[in-house]
């Protein structure tokens, strides 16, 4: 048996092909419509459509514009709330002082560490616990809530327990690993600070994620099997691919907020040997040092970084958007 | 290429449902069965046990002579097409057709020959670089197509492949299907719930019902000679028209008429425990303008009269509905055939008898017609349990055979 154009086979395709025809000229035809002058009717449609977003616009405008462009005028100024007098406009003085600061980049290698780490681990981790969770068939709901529980507890509260645990005499994990005080050591504190924030958000990323396997058809999985792939190839090739807008959010929501990671260190180190993220930083200058244009800068700066961040993360959805492709895009 | 054996096989899922009950089916090499029946009635299960997607609960599978029940659907060399299609979102046409030929581990060459080939049968070959996104219902369905093809599998597997499609396209593809079926020979497990499909596609037609099979055989023989009530209902456009029977001094009184029945039914009402009441069916066809008759046809048959509600002309013949009164048929078969969304032309058991006349037949709305109806093409079925009391050895005989 074999595959050929023999002429029934030609056959077949000069009958598919009046079907294929009408079909054809449907991309087109969108394109056309999208580039020609809107009708009196859709600029009406597009009019009322802003008029409805405006309400919603302006709060926005008003809870987060305001503050932004607020500490953006703030860096621009020296104003230590201690010499009040001194108050003056330095232009960029602040950014040059910030940016050439030993402790800032210190500050910014360990927050881009935390991050880098954290988020890769919980990717991976996460994926396994939302597989788990969504094949499980008895006992659904209680799987899920157990698995969210390091979720629903308040941060704070949750790092007082791992500093407890990590103290020297008394913590049940630090009696584990011999003698020693993790907490008072750079790398064994950022092990610390990183397996905490792991395992609070572990469970958030899998919520992610499984949003993200729900997307994947049954029958997709089905044709792969029958195509000849194992349960890896499945994984990789169909699934991975299918959920790669659900995986994008994930990982944007979890950078986003690990860059930011403040609670955790605040606990358990309090920022002692070289292990304040930029976040801590930013604290200290600003709201224990009083030193609102330094304070103000700094917080600009992770603005900044966290802008890109998800710039590059929106870049990236854009190619892997469900339904997009290279002639719709063009 | 293969042939497929299903012994015994049943499916019992986790929470208890039996969704397949002791299919017995031998598909031969080269064969085109179609599996048909109301939706849930288990013809998807069906599938996917041949294809290794579900465990068979109990039964023996064989493709090819071996016993593959405990293997995986990778190994099983057979390929499936989907209601939905199940193309793959983030590959090109010519990436999803490739894909089983990639698993493979064929060289590119190859891979890229099979595809051409495959595309130009399916006349895929503009639309190869393409996103299935970008494709029309029509064009994604040959994609699928194309992906089962390229690999010259064991069987092929499809299920409800043109459920999605519109009415037209639907006819188009049936035909795409059914020759390409015949031109590559390879053995094929149809799955769909539409009768005119199964009548017009495949070589034999298996019924289920419930998860149980009601009646396998060439389409025409299903139609001709229905084992029981169900099968007779489900096969036939539209569909066969069922009246109440009751059995008395060796008549039939139906609300077309005393019926004389013969003496093998009449052997069958003698017991102490058969039925009083019987269903009679008849199909639309076998009704004629009493008028356009000669006499040697009308001895065969019977008379009566009937005021005609709708007359509704195709050109080469005519449907007629006329208004019946008397007690309608009842059986839970009927009542499912009418539930069942698949069978939505069901009318069987209606208020009203749907006839075809010839198309010379003056009839118009509104008046009274006389309308004859042939004896030996009429069926009678036992409502309790649905069997056809008019067939011998797997012939139906009418109601007057001896
Ligand atoms: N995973 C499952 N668990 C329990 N019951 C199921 C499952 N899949 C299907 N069923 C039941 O099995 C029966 C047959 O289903 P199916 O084979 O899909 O029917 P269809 O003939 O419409 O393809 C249905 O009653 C359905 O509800
Ligand atoms: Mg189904």
Known sequence: MSVNATPTGADVAANAERSAGRH??????????GRAPLSENKKAERRLGWLLCAPAALVMLAVTAYPIIYSVWLSLQRFDLRFPDQREFIGLENYATVLTNEFWWTAFGVTALITVVTVAVELVLGMGLALVMHRTLVGRGIVRTAALIPYGIVTVVAAFSWRYAWTPGTGYLANLFGEGAPLTERASSLAIIMLAEIWKTTPFMA????????????????????????????????????MKPAILVALLFRTLDAFRVF???????????????????????????????????????????????AFVFVKLFGTAAPGSSDDERR | MADIVLDK??????????????????????EFVIL??????????????????????????????????????????????????????????????????????LDRETINAKVEDAAKVLELTALLDRKPSNLSGGQRQRVAMGR????????FLMDEPLSNLDAKLRVQMRTVVSRLQKQLGTTTVYVTHDQTEAMTLGDRVVIMRGGEVQQVGP?????????????AGFIGSPSMNFLHAAVEDGRLR???GDVPIGDRVRRQLDGADAPRELILGVRPEHFEDAALIDDETRRRGLEFEAPVEIVESMGSDKYVYFTVEGERASAAELEELAADAGAADFTGAGASLVTRLSAESPVAEGETRRVWFNLEKIHLFDPSNGRNLTLHEGRAAGALAD
């Open chain 2, 219 to 231: 389409p025409q023989e299903l139609y001709d000679h229905p084992r029981n009530l169900f099968v």
């Open chain 1, 263 to 309: 609670d955790n260190i605040f606990i358990l180190t309090a920022g002692a040997n070289e292990t304040s993220s930029v976040s801590m930083l930013t604290y200290n200058n600003l709201i224990r040092g009083l030193n609102l244009g330094i304070g103000s800068t700094m917080s600009v700066l992770i603005f900044i970084a966290v802008a890109i961040v």
């Open chain 2, 148 to 155: 089962a093809i390229v690999r010259q599998p064991k069987a």
């Open chain 2, 254 to 256: 139906t609300a077309l």
């Open chain 1, 207 to 242: 919520l992610l994620l499984m949003a993200g396997l729900a997307l994947v058809p049954e029958d997709l999985l089905k044709a792969a099997s029958t195509d000849g792939a194992t349960a890896w190839q499945r994984f990789t090739k169909v699934m991975l691919p299918v």
């Open chain 2, 9 to 30: 096989v049943s499916k019992r899922f986790p929470d208890g449902t039996v969704a397949v009950r002791d299919v017995d089916l031998e598909i031969a090499d080269g």
């Open chain 2, 36 to 105: 048909v029946g109301p939706s849930g009635c288990g013809k998807s299960t069906t599938l996917n046990m041949i294809a290794g997607l579900e465990d068979i609960s109990s039964g023996e599978l064989r493709i090819g002579g071996q016993r593959v029940n405990d293997k995986a659907p990778r190994d099983r060399d057979i390929a499936m097409v989907f209601q939905s299609y199940a193309l793959y979102p983030n590959m090109t046409v010519r990436e999803n057709m490739a894909f089983p030929l990639r698993l493979q581990k």
């Open chain 1, 24 to 33: 054809a000229a449907v991309p087109t035809q969108r394109a056309r419509r």
